[in-house]
Structure formats: C-alpha cells, structure tokens
C-alpha cells in the first residue's frame, strides 16, 4: 500500500488501467485466519469440557471419600490435658525454718517440701507423756479398790447374817425365858394364896389356941415368903419381857443392816469399777493425746503426698503458717487424661471405650487414648453461675459435654503438662 492509499499490483507497478482493482493478499489471509479462530473455538471448548468433567468428577469423589471418613470421626479443639493438682499446707501452726524445694522442681512422694520449727511440738510431746504417766499411776490405785470392795462387802453380809442369827437366837431365848418366868409366876402366886389361906387358918387356930405360936410364926413367915417369891417372879417376868423387846429391835435392826448391805454391795461394786474405768479412760484419753502430740511433731516437716512437679511455691523460710493456709502446689504427672468438651451433637455415637487420635500442640506429637467416661451434666450447667432458661428470653445455644479420655501408656507422656492444649479426634461408630 502507497502513501497515497493506492492499491498495489502483484508486481509493485500500480493499478492496471481500465481492470478492476486487485485484491491485497494479507488482507485476505487475515480475513481467512479470523474466520477459521471464529470456527475453531467451539472445538476448544469441546477439546476441554471432558478434562473440567473429570476434574469436578475428582473433586466430587475426593469430597464423598471425605465425608464418609469425616463421619466416622468427632474432633475438637475445645480440650486440654487434665491432672490432680495438690494444694499442700501445714496441719500444724509454726515458722518455716527450711525450704527443700523450687518451682518446677521434680519430687517424689514423701519427699520433704519444708519444715517448720518443731520445739513447741517436742514440748507438747514431753507433756503428754508426764499425763500418761500420772493417768496410769491413778488407774494402778484406783484398780485394787474393786476386789477391796467386793471382800469387805462380802465380809459385811457374812458379818450381817451371822448377827441375824444371833439375834434370832437371842429373841427365841428371851421368849422362852418370859414362857418360864409366867410359869414360875404362876406358881408363886399360887404358894401365895396357898400360904395366904393358911396364915389365916393359923391366926384362927391361934386365936382359938388351937395351935402353938410357933406353927403359927411359921405360916406367917411361908406367906411372907412366898408373896416375895411372887414379887420377885413379877420383877423377873417383866424383866424378860424387856429382854424380848430388845431383842426384837436387835432382830429388826441387825435385818435393816443385812438388807442394806445387800442392797448396797452390788452398788458400791459398780462405783468403784466405775471409778476404774474413768481412770482408765483418763489413760486412753492421754495415750491419744501423746499420739496426736507425736503426730503433730512428726507433721512438721511437710512431705509431698504424690508424685510431681512443683508448680508453685508460696513460702519461705521465716513465714508464720497456720493449718489450712495453701503453701505449695504439686502437679502429679503420673496420672493425667484429656478433658476434651464437645458438641452435644457429638456425643450420640460415642461412648466409653472408643479410641482417640490426640494431638498435643506443645509438642507437636500425636498420642492415642480411649474414652474413658462422658460427664453427667454440661459445661454451663457446672459453671459458677448456671443458666435460668426460665427467667427471661431464651436462646438455644449448643451445649458442651465434657469427656474424659485416658491417655495409653506411650513415650512422651512425661512430657505432658495439665492445661496443655489438645485437639482429640475419636473414631465413632457409623
């Protein structure tokens, strides 16, 4: 093509006079090369549907694989190693004069942590020894005293009876006396009377001299007589009476005394074997004391109760402590699960026993365990301030159980520390 816009011929020479105009063959190839792209396109696309069908075919398959894979396993990221944690403190108040342990320091059960001055505690021991001693010196008086008892109680009931029986006796004897004495009295005065009639006789005989003064003397003198005899038969009659009255009283009294000896004996046994067993219950009371006394020196120094790993230390030497007051706190590292809390959701096809895939992000390792247990209430019903569906506007919100997982015995476990961050997997059943 000229500067002027003319067409060329083949042969540069310009137009041909008088002919048409020729035809510019790169036109005519462009021309040509537009229109065979426009009709080759659709074969491209066609040439590449098949290879976008398989691919969507591939990533269709590689998705359905995943989720029949995914389905048989529930995963989370909510989860941690769990371990027991001892708060350790003194069970006796004192000031800490040694300190045996840092923080994150390894010990072993019944190593010594701290100790704490124990010269109060020793004298507490020497008291409560001294009070042993004496309880048992009072226990070995007071132990005689009930054989004592019993003899001296037997001895008064023998002594009592045999009074009775003397009494008895003494009373069956005065009664029969006054028997004898009414007999003798009975027969003074029947001399009396007889006497009596022949005194009077005889004052009539005499008077009438019928007999000499001397029969009649006579007869005064057996009336005189036996009137005393008579007198004196009273006298003893009333005498014996009196006899059997005291002897009665005795009687009376000597059985008020075998009684109450009876009735008391058994009493004053049980007194004094009640007075043993006080003096030896003072005794156990001071063996318990001299034992809680021992125990107490020998809490003194502050021993770990398990094994584990000093994860804080909150004494030293000098501190006053009292029981109860938190001094050091003991990871144990023997003994720790995985508390992973998942989905309600999650948990319908999962139940104690199923293997776990566990992935500790500390280490970057990989563990395995099993379901150990499901918990019995969710995380938010256990927190510090538990929903109330009930008061006010409710939102569903899914809930998370927790579930505990026991690690299997593998390496790395002495690794692990409680709060460290898990993410379980476990193989559930289809």
């Known amino acids: 093509m000229s500067s002027t816009g003319e067409i060329l011929t083949a042969d540069g020479k310009g137009p041909k006079s008088g002919g048409a105009p020729a035809i510019d063959r790169g036109s005519s190839q462009a021309t040509t ?11 491209a696309k066609r040439s590449r549907r098949p290879f976008v069908v398989a691919a969507l075919a591939l990533v269709a398959v590689i998705a359905g694989l995943y989720y029949l894979h995914a389905r ?3 995963e989370t990221d909510d989860a941690q190693v769990d371990g027991n944690i001892s708060n350790i403190g003194p069970r006796v108040t004192g000031t800490v004069t040694a300190v045996y342990v840092v923080e994150n320091q390894f010990v072993k059960a019944n190593d010594p942590l701290l100790e704490i001055d124990p ?67 009975v027969q003074a005065e029947g001399n009396a009377r007889l006497a009596e009639i022949e005194k009077k006789r005889g004052e009539d005989l005499w008077k009438a001299q019928a007999i000499p003064r001397a029969d009649y003397d006579r007869r005064i003198t057996t009336a005189e007589t036996t009137a005393a005899e008579v007198q004196a038969a009273q006298h003893a009659l009333s005498a014996a009476r009196e006899r059997v009255s005291q002897q009665r009283a005795q009687l009376g009294a000597t059985k008020s005394k075998l009684t109450e000896v009876k009735k008391n004996a058994p009493k004053e046994v049980e007194t004094r074997r009640a007075s043993v067993q ?43 402590v009292v029981p109860g007051q938190q001094l050091v706190a003991v990871a144990q590292t023997d003994a720790l ?9 999650q948990i319908e096809r999962m139940h104690p026993g199923m293997s776990v895939e566990l992935h500790v992000d500390a280490l970057g390792t990989n563990m395995t365990g099993k379901v150990e247990s499901i918990g ?5 019903r256990l927190s510090v301030l538990p929903p109330e569906n009930a008061s006010g506007n409710y939102v569903k919100v899914v809930q998370r159980i927790p579930v505990r997982i026991k690690l299997d015995t593998q390496e790395g476990l002495d690794r ?6 898990v993410e379980p997997k476990v193989r559930v059943t289809p």
């Open 337 to 345: 699960w995985v508390t992973a809390n998942f989905r309600e959701t």
């Open 119 to 185: 010269t109060d505690l020793t004298v507490a021991v020497a008291q409560a020894k001294a009070s042993v001693a004496q309880a048992e010196a009072q226990l070995q008086a007071e132990d005689p005293s009930i054989s004592i008892t019993q003899t001296s109680n037997t001895a008064l009931v023998a002594g009592a009876s045999s009074d009775l029986l003397s009494a008895t006796a003494g009373l069956t004897g005065a009664e029969k006396d006054v028997e004898q004495l009414n007999s003798r009295l």
């Open 416 to 421: 692990l520390r409680p709060g460290m961050s």
């Open 72 to 74: 048989n396993f529930e």
């Open 376 to 380: 019995g209430a969710t995380g938010s």
């Open 278 to 320: 006080y003096r030896q219950a003072n005794l156990e009371l001071a063996k318990a004391q001299l034992a809680q006394a021992e125990l107490n020196l020998g809490y003194a120094k502050v021993r770990a109760p398990i094994p584990g790993v000093v994860a804080k230390k909150a004494v030293n030497i000098g501190d006053h």
């Open 33 to 43: 090369t537009a229109a065979a792209a426009v009709t080759d396109a659709p074969a």
